[in-house]
């Protein structure tokens, strides 16, 4: 063997060691993968502000139209919101009662996959994060999965992940389930009792009860049925199928 080469050969082998050991070993990968974020993180902000900056400069003219119709739609949507407020507040009134409905959301930034090789896992950047609760993520309207914490930061779980667990309606009769991950393309809805009539094509939206999600948020469609122990089981074409997405919008309030 040429002794030149022998080097090279050494160099490839501590390279192949380190990165075994990176993806079975938690306590290496959790500060490499914290300072990767954080230049990430760095990385995004430093191309926002270009962005901006350029259309700031170059693209105001643009800019300004699609605020003025954004502004419009908004004034709308203003309008029907303080039509249906009032239609609350008269029902107050006539049942000597009170509701209580400030929900909250945000815009919230990705940064990067919790772990190489694991797509439904993804570390979301949260200033100011409280994770004293589980949150709902929605991904244009659709459902995309839920926030926890994990070693203080906020860990987004999606739909397909096996720890994503939320409550759901299916069909016209709002069948009441619990929809969670399998690690594949579809998701699958438990315990859903036997007495209700669903379909395959039913739609499946979040119920609210779990005060993760509003009530009616779309989640997918059933494609398949069956029953095991007393309930009945489907699985279910997910609406959110985005492959690499740069925001979500987090529920901090349901109500």
């Known amino acids: 063997m040429n002794k030149k080469i022998v080097p090279y050969l050494f160099f490839l082998l501590l390279i192949a060691l380190f990165m075994g050991a990176l993806y079975v070993n938690t306590s290496i990968q959790s500060p490499l993968i914290s300072f990767l974020n954080n230049i990430k993180v760095k990385y995004h902000n430093t191309i926002e502000y270009i962005d901006n900056s ?9 800019e300004i139209q ?10 709308n949507q203003k309008l029907q919101m303080q039509a249906i407020q009032k239609a609350i507040q008269n ?5 000597n009662t009170s509701l209580s409905i400030h929900p909250q959301t945000s815009l919230v930034h990705t940064i990067s996959y919790q772990k190489f090789g694991d797509f439904n896992r993804i570390w979301l950047e949260i200033p100011d994060y409280n994770g004293s609760k589980i949150y709902g993520l929605i991904y244009k309207n659709y459902v995309a999965g839920i926030v926890v914490p994990k070693d203080n930061r906020p860990l987004a779980l999606l739909n397909s992940d096996i720890k994503s667990t939320y409550a759901v309606s299916i069909g016209t009769e709002a069948a009441p389930g619990i929809a969670h991950g399998n690690n594949g393309k579809n998701i699958i809805v438990s315990f859903i009792p ?6 395959i094509g039913d739609e499946v939206t979040t119920s609210g009860l779990d005060n993760i999600f509003f009530p009616g948020l779309k989640v997918g469609k ?19 199928k985005a492959n690499q997405p740069s925001y979500f919008h987090i529920i901090w309030r349901t109500y």
């Open 54 to 62: 350029i259309n700031e400069h170059f693209y105001q003219a643009q």
């Open 66 to 75: 699609k605020l003025h119709k954004a502004l419009a739609q908004y004034q």
């Open 91 to 95: 029902i107050e009134n006539e049942n």
């Open 194 to 199: 036997t007495w209700y009539n669903i379909h």
């Open 222 to 240: 059933v494609i398949s049925l069956s029953k095991s122990q007393g309930y009945q089981r489907a699985v279910v074409e997910q609406y959110y």
